[in-house]
């Protein structure tokens, strides 16, 4: 099991005209082009901003890598992606976020609904999420305040 | 100036080829999908889910403090479109959404010359673009106005 890096990145420009129409222009660069604040993604922005009226308001990189062998997925009860697990975080500067999980293994509830907190895998999630992710606006999590099995839409029951 | 974060979205496959995604954020700068901290969640998230992780897309963006030109005479369905090769002659478009009027010939409203600014944004994209397989590209030597618009209907 290997993660493979695609051979290009894509880099792309969102520009926003004075009627407040949005556009996006797209093209690929090396992959050794990550920093979208410098170097060449720099360059290509500052050379666009010049001979465009809209505002080229977000430069935007995206680096893509695929699981060459990712392995076989399990059946269980709620195995669909429209079975979600949500858990609500509160993070250091008292903002919330959550974050939902589909197709989430019957072992990690309580019941039909309620995550079970003392479950090994729940805690080494939330642990790895506490250690590595933050908030959109950079602030690290700090607890998990809630956590439940989301109910799929037109499904009448649990 | 980058943002403060790093976007992360994760596909997951389900049984039955069923996928959805996953997306958190990381701190700014980390841009590698091996990461460990990006790894370390990934393997968490596999362990509560009955899916398998298939595809990493990261995001890192810069926000620009600007403001469109007021009254502008090309809006964004108006395109400035070069068309660059790469070394085995496969044409790849580029539009710039609004070009400048004063980019874009007087005399028959849709030709533009590349010299000058236009010069230099064709050089950058012709010296750091390349094409989806990775080919170098050549700058062209003239440019078009296109303007995609909706016809009206009767």
Known sequence: MAWVTAPTNVLMLHFEDDAGKHATMKM?????????????????????????DSALYETEILIVAIEDDPGDPVEGPYDRPSDKVLFKLKAQDGSYATIQI?????T?????????????????????MFDNANTAGGATFAAATEGFRRIPPRRKSL | MA?????????????????????????????DPTD??????????????????????????????????????????????????????????FKLPAPK?????????????????VAAFTGAVAANAVGPNGS???????GQRRASRKALKK
């Open chain 1, 28 to 52: 690929n660069v090396a992959n050794t082009v990550t920093n979208p604040g410098s170097g060449a993604a720099a360059t290509i922005s500052s050379d666009a901003q010049a001979i465009s």
């Open chain 1, 102 to 106: 589909g197709a989430p293994l019957d």
């Open chain 1, 108 to 128: 990690i509830f309580s019941n039909a609904y309620d995550v079970d907190f003392t479950n090994a895998d729940v805690t080494d999630f939330l642990t790895a």
């Open chain 2, 3 to 31: 943002s403060a974060s790093t976007r992360v979205k994760v596909t997951f496959e389900g049984p039955y080829q069923l996928e959805f995604s996953v997306t958190f954020y990381v701190d700014a700068g980390i841009v």
């Open chain 2, 36 to 93: 460990d901290g990006i790894q370390a969640i990934i393997a968490a998230i596999n362990a509560i889910t009955c899916a398998v992780a298939v595809r990493i897309e990261i995001s890192a963006s810069a926000p620009h403090a600007v403001t469109p030109t007021a009254s502008q005479v090309y809006v964004n369905e108006d395109k400035a479109q070069f068309v660059f090769k790469d070394a085995e002659g496969v044409p790849h478009n």
């Open chain 2, 101 to 117: 009027p004063s980019i874009i010939s007087d005399d028959d409203g849709t030709t533009i010359a590349v010299t000058g600014a």
């Open chain 2, 136 to 142: 170098v590209l050549t700058a062209p030597s003239i």
